[in-house]
Structure formats: C-alpha cells, structure tokens
C-alpha cells in the first residue's frame, strides 16, 4: 500500500470508524526475521513502516484492556513502526467495513475478521496466504502450525495447507455462576456433569424465588456463546460438512432436540422476562449486581467479574445431554483465528517485515504474560496465572478438569455471516418465545439454501 493510500485510510472507512492512535513497533519475540534483535527488540536506524491495525472493539482500552497493552508493550518495545488503530462498535459491523475497504483498496494492513467474510475476501484475492510465517517464526510453528495447516476454519480437513488467519484469542466460554446467590436461596450449583435434567431442576428451583437463572441479552445477538457450546454437544460438528455438502439438512432430529432444550428452558423460567430489550451489557451488570444466577459469558470477563464477585464466582460448561450427539464432556476452548493481513502487504517488504514482527510478538510470550494477567488465555505459552483472579483460577479449573476437553471449533465461527446470523437469531428467538424449535431449524436450512 503505497503512503497516499496509507493517509486515505481514515476517510474511506467510513465516518462511523473511531479513530485511536498508537505508536507502536513490534519485537520478534523468537522470529527470525531482518531488524530482530537478540532480546527480541526491533533494531532502529531505519525509516518509521507505517501500519494500520482494524479492530471491532470501539473503546479497545475500556473493552479489552489486554488488547491494549499488548499494543503499549509492542510500542515500547520497538520505536520505529507507527501503528494506527481503527476501531468499530461490533463484530458485524467490522465485517461490513473490511469489505467496503478491501473494494475501495483502503485495508488495513492487518485487521480482525471473522471466517465467513475473511473467505470472501481471501477468494478474492484482498487478504494474504500466511504460511511463509511460519518459516520466519518457527516458534510459532512448532506451537500452532500443524493445527493452522490441517484444520480449515469451517472444520473441514484443510487439503491445501494454505491459511490465512492467526489466532486473536483462545476462546473460552461457558456459565460464570454467583454462588452467593446459590448459597443464599439453598441451592446447589450445577458442576461439570451435571446433566440437563439436573439442570431444570435447579431453574425451577430458582424461578420459584423469582430468581432469573440464565442473564442474556436478545439486543447483542451474538452473547450466546455458552449455547454455541451446547450445540456441538448436540451434533453441530457432526452435521455441518455435511449440510453445506447438501447432503443433510438444519432441520434434523438432533437440532431440533437441541432447540428442544432451549424452549423448555423458556418454559421453565431461565432466562429474564426483559431479554429481547437488553443488551450483553446489562445482562452483565444483572448478574453482577446479583439479580441473575449465571452469566453466558466468557474468559474476557473475568478480570470485571473478578473484582465485583472474587471468591464468590464459580465457572461451569453447562449441562450435559442424554440424547446428546458424541463425547459431552467437552467445554469451549478454540482458538479464533480472525487476524488477517492484507495482500497488499506482500507488495511492500519493509511493510512485510514489520507485520512479521507485529505477529510475532502478537503470538510471543511476553504478549501472553499480559493476557494472563488481565485473566485472558495465552495464545501460545504457559504462563503463570496471578493468584489474585479468583474468577480466571476458578475458570481454569474447569478448563483442567481431568476427564474433560476442548471443543476446538465455535459453530458461528466456522460458518458464513449468513448462517452465524440467522443461528444467533434462531437461538434468541426460541429463548424469547419467538421461534418454535421446528422454526429455529427451518430458519437456518432455509438461509443455507438461499445463501
């Protein structure tokens, strides 16, 4: 990207883009690329590369504050790259604008992007093929290569080897549960392998104290990552080649179990009378303020969780599933590969090389020290996690649970903007009372067919 095009960027990502800046620079962190120093800092003397960095996060230092010091390290690091940040309010809306922006030749030169548009648009040829990473840090490649490789992001065997997306972040979700508000009203938590039965059980009960036992938000269609979970342990792995294939339908016996589930939980009493009006946000503070038993949330809110609820706070998969489909002790635990690099820093080897670094140290252990401390998951090293987050330590019990393992893939990760939106929209819509299971189901077969 040539530097008229570097000082358009602003203007034609559209006006709704909040504009922060940061310098920055990024150390190799055990890459082997030009300009690394032996301590992993960039090695100054040359001209300042300019990178613009696109995120879905409007308020990054509010919202993801790991994320933003991940960024203030990587300045600190390494002076001579100038990193701009262009942030957006939502996910869909990143979407919208990376797509006007790679038609308009204004991407930035990495950017946040989920599966389905991020196809699109390395199809088209606007996004770069990233496996000559992995030859400049092999570091990474020993931690993540071989799962970048063999692992397509729809959950298909990748038969190319290519890719085109590192992670942005380990994805870790499930139910952050109040044990004050369990203790209180004489009532056992759920824990892992409590059944679904159980779990009804423990709605009723608490629906009876006029208790909500599940906070979510209809507003922000996508905070329904606990059901995500749910789902791949009614099949949704098992099914989705095959549905896009056109071999098997969305309306089948095991979905329409699965959204069987989520009506009778409806009807049970599980989720806040006010759901279609609120948003993610206030069903937080709901479950903050002790007004909800659970929260569908995940690792990014421990740190908030943590300081409001401490010891109190308990983290848990969800039930399992007797007419369940496969293993269902399995919590969500998948990497969101949805950082990107435009193709046109193929064309520019000093911006190349700077992006080099940039991911490295994205994907370096010092970056990680900082998610952990803000009780993120780390990308790819261990280290230690701080003994002040009860929140992130009560997490990573259920995630060291023995007997229990990751799901690898998130279902509205790995399938079209198309279909991720019409599943969150049928998933809120059974939890409102909106669809019917059978509805849900017909919903999603019918986008497949139309898309």
């Not at 300009?35 to 409007?58: C, R």
């Not at 036992?213 to 922000?220: H, L, R, V």
């Amino acid at each position: 990207m040539n530097k008229k095009a570097m000082k358009r960027i602003s203007g034609l990502i559209l006006a709704t883009l909040l504009l922060g800046t940061l310098t920055a620079c990024g150390g190799n962190a055990g890459g082997k690329g030009e300009g690394a120093a032996e301590d992993g800092s960039a090695e100054s003397g040359g001209d300042t590369v300019k990178l613009t960095f696109g995120i879905h996060i409007a308020d990054l230092e509010k919202q993801e504050p790991q994320t933003y010091e991940v960024l203030k390290a990587f300045e600190e690091a390494n002076p001579d790259i100038e990193l701009e940040i262009l942030s957006t309010s939502d996910a869909d809306e990143q979407g919208t604008q990376m797509k006007l922006a790679a038609e308009s030749g204004t991407l930035p030169d990495i950017f946040w992007c989920q599966y389905g548009i991020a196809k699109e648009m390395y199809d088209a040829g606007y996004i770069m093929e990233l496996s000559d990473f992995l030859e400049y840090d092999t570091r990474v490649n020993d931690a993540i290569g071989e799962q970048l490789r063999t692992v397509g992001e729809d959950g298909s065997e990748n038969e190319t080897g290519e890719f085109y997306g590192l992670p942005y972040q380990k994805l870790v979700t499930g139910f952050w549960y109040n044990k004050t508000v369990f203790e209180e009203n004489n009532i056992e938590p759920p824990h892992n392998g409590t059944t679904f039965e159980e779990f009804l059980e423990i709605v009723k009960a608490l629906n009876e104290k006029g208790i909500v036992t599940i906070s979510n938000g209809a507003k922000t269609t996508y905070s329904d990552w606990a059901f995500q979970a749910m789902f791949v342990r009614y099949g949704f792995l098992e099914h989705i080649n095959a549905i896009r294939n056109g071999e098997e339908s969305f309306v089948n016996e095991d979905f329409l179990n699965y959204f069987e589930m989520i009506d009778e939980l409806r009807e049970a009493g599980a989720f806040p009378s006010n759901i279609t009006t609120q948003d993610y946000f206030q069903a937080k503070e709901a479950f903050l303020s002790g007004n909800a038993a659970m929260l569908d949330s995940g690792q990014w809110d421990s740190a908030e969780i943590n300081e409001r609820l401490g010891d109190q706070v308990g983290f848990w998969w969800g039930p399992t599933f007797e007419n369940g489909v496969g293993d269902q002790n399995v919590g969500m635990q998948a990497f969101t590969n949805n950082l990107r690099v435009s193709a046109e820093v193929e064309e520019d080897q000093a911006k190349k090389d700077a992006v080099y670094r940039f991911l490295s140290f994205w994907l370096g252990e010092e970056a990680d020290k900082i998610r952990v401390q803000y009780g993120v998951n780390p990308l790819t090293t261990v280290p230690e996690a701080g003994e002040d987050n009860k929140a992130y330590a009560a997490m990573l019990s259920a995630m060291n649970e023995e007997g229990w393992s990751g799901i690898p893939l998130q279902p509205d990760q790995i399938v079209t903007d198309v279909i991720k939106n019409t599943l969150n929209d049928a998933i809120y819509g059974v939890m409102s009372g909106i669809y019917s299971p059978q509805e849900a189901c017909e919903s999603l077969q019918s986008a497949q067919e139309n898309q």
